[in-house]
């Protein structure tokens, strides 16, 4: 139990142009789900917690309108960046977190290239 | 915010060898530690966590040890195989506004030598 997925896997897009990820719990509902970038060799950094039905909580740095969050059920959550610039180059990994317990699970992430 | 630090960057050990990360955190309400195994390119797999209310826990060959006192907790692996060559994460998290939420440490990439 407590899959989560991701789509798409992988991207490549021009600079200016949006993108959209989507994240998935397949068997389990995620009243609050996270939305996580990791560049290469470092750490996982948290970018925004997406609560179903409500509005994203962002970190400190991160831009609400270029990241857009929707959580629009209790089992998708999105992200989308929009007018992408190489810079937003990254591995992007969401996670769920099962309802009652503390645990977070995974998805397989979406590796994101801007040309 | 809480900051966590995780040592040593790179671990290199002889099969059969027992690894330790450590990390230590900076808030003292952080109750939740989990610790994740990242293989290259793919999704944290969450290994072992332990809570605020236990000092230890052990499950095979990977044990965690907490102490809330000095705020530090480590992960211990036993008789290493090589395909626990990877990087692993700690995180120290605490429940806010209904989710939990964790910070993680900088990561330790572990090589297991045949």
Sequence with gaps: GAVVSQH??????????????????????????FWYRQFPKQ?????AT???GSKATYEQGVEKDKFLINHASLTLSTLTVTSAHPEDSSFYICSAEVQGRETQYFGPGTRLLVL | GENVEQHPSTLS??????????CTYSDSASNYFPW???ELG???QLIIDIRSNVGEKKDQRIAVTLNKTAKH??????????EDSAVYFCAAGKRSGGYQKVTFGTGTKLQVIP
């Excluded at chain 2, 050990?13 to 450590?22: F, L, M, P």
């Design chain 2, 36 to 38: 994740y195994k990242q």
């Design chain 1, 8 to 33: 798409p896997s992988r991207v490549i897009c021009k600079s200016g142009t949006s993108v959209k990820i989507e994240c998935r719990s397949l068997d389990f509902q995620a009243t609050t789900m």
């Design chain 1, 50 to 52: 997406s609560n179903e």
């Design chain 2, 13 to 22: 050990v002889q099969e059969g060898d027992s690894a330790v990360i450590k």
């Design chain 2, 73 to 82: 907790f480590s992960l211990h692996i036993t008789e290493t195989q090589p």
């Design chain 2, 42 to 44: 793919k999704r944290p």
């Design chain 1, 43 to 47: 750490s996982l950094m948290l970018m």
